[in-house]
């Protein structure tokens, strides 16, 4: 297992496309978080999953976001109609449970041109 | 609402000097505090949690709940160590971490 892997690593797009993101966890990781990172800041939480069930959703994630974990592993995050300041680092993170440690994968880094 | 502050962007030392960064939080309640380090080109990784009161890579970090305060201290700094850290903030319901702006470090020769 070589950690939490993200895809694609980069991501640019114009304005108003679509786009999809998608994060393997670590096999047996039970929980799934994504954050979103901007330049000078820290992560900021968006959303988490539990197995497949997303339990929480932060208001930072408006009705163009939507993220799926379908089987409760791999999950994809899509952003509809991208705006400009959609434009940042879009990270998953895993962890057995909601103590455990989570471990972050490489993110992706979006361009809404 | 929960908040996780690092005042210092940047803080700069020379090798083998003390080193101090800074973090605040605002919670009521037992909170769960990490630090994390994103070292260049690499992912952000767990430095280490408050429960666990270790020392990794020589560094510590005492929770102070009187000034709500979690710095994390080395007493000698390394080159290998200049990076970015931040400060976070864990809800042990749901695991999600409030993270600080982050302090980049940077140790010189």
């Known amino acids: 297992d070589t950690g939490v892997s993200q895809d694609p690593r980069h991501k640019i797009t114009k304005r108003g496309q679509n786009v999809t993101f998608r994060c393997d966890p670590i096999s047996e990781h039970n929980r799934l978080y994504w954050y979103r990172q901007t330049l000078g800041q820290g992560p900021e939480f968006l959303t988490y999953?539990?197995?497949?069930?997303?339990?929480?959703k932060s208001r930072l994630l408006s009705d163009r976001f939507s993220a799926e974990r379908p089987k409760g592993s791999f999950s994809t995050l899509e952003i509809q109609r991208t705006e400009q300041g959609d434009s940042a680092m879009y990270l998953c993170?895993?962890?057995?449970?909601?103590?455990?440690?989570?471990?972050f994968g490489p993110g992706t880094r979006l361009t809404v041109l | 609402a929960q908040r996780v502050t690092q005042p210092e962007k940047l803080l700069s030392v020379f090798k083998g000097a003390p080193v101090e960064l800074k973090c605040n939080y605002s919670?009521?309640?037992?909170?769960?505090l990490f630090w994390y380090v994103q070292y260049s080109r690499q992912r952000l990784q767990l430095l280490l949690r408050?429960?666990s009161r270790e020392s990794i890579k020589g560094f510590t970090a005492d929770l102070n709940k009187g000034e709500t305060s979690f710095h994390l201290k080395k007493p000698f700094a390394q080159e290998e160590d200049s990076a970015m850290y931040y400060c976070?903030?864990?809800?042990?319901?749901?695991?999600?971490?409030?993270f600080g702006q982050g302090t980049t470090l940077q140790v010189k020769p």
């Open positions: 976070a903030h864990g809800s042990s319901n749901t695991g999600k971490l409030i």
């Open positions: 993170a895993s962890s057995l449970t909601a103590t455990d440690t989570q471990y």
């Open positions: 999953f539990q197995n497949e069930a997303q339990l929480e």
């Open positions: 408050h429960i």
């Open positions: 919670y009521s309640g037992s909170p769960e």
